[in-house]
């Protein structure tokens, strides 16, 4: 079965347009345990997983979705100073 990427694409896009629409800021500040970011390492491991499995199923728009959602979740633990990490740009 052939993806169609660009379908996807403007699937994802309207999806976080309304999400974005949608949007409520929590009351600052907010507590972040250590669990909050387990949970979302857990998730960044499985997107990586997918990613892989997808590649390998010959599904490449799916697993760059998927490792996409891994690189998004792990800039926002970056940006919100949780963790620190440098992305090797080199070779991409």
């Known amino acids: 079965m052939n993806e169609d990427p660009s379908e ?3 699937r994802y896009i309207a ?7 949608n949007l409520t800021w929590i009351k600052q500040p907010t507590t972040v345990t250590s669990a909050d ?7 960044v491991k499985r ?3 997918d ?6 199923e010959g599904k490449s728009a799916t697993a760059l979705v998927s490792i ?3 690189e998004g979740l792990l800039d ?3 940006f919100l100073r949780i963790a620190e990490f ?3 740009t080199k070779d991409i």
């Open 8 to 10: 996807r694409t403007e």
């Open 15 to 21: 999806n976080v347009e309304k999400a974005l629409t």
């Open 37 to 43: 970011v387990t949970l979302v390492l857990d998730t």
């Open 47 to 49: 997107y990586v997983s």
């Open 51 to 56: 990613a892989k499995y997808y590649l390998h």
């Open 68 to 70: 996409s959602y891994a």
């Open 76 to 78: 926002a633990v970056k």
């Open 86 to 88: 440098s992305w090797q």
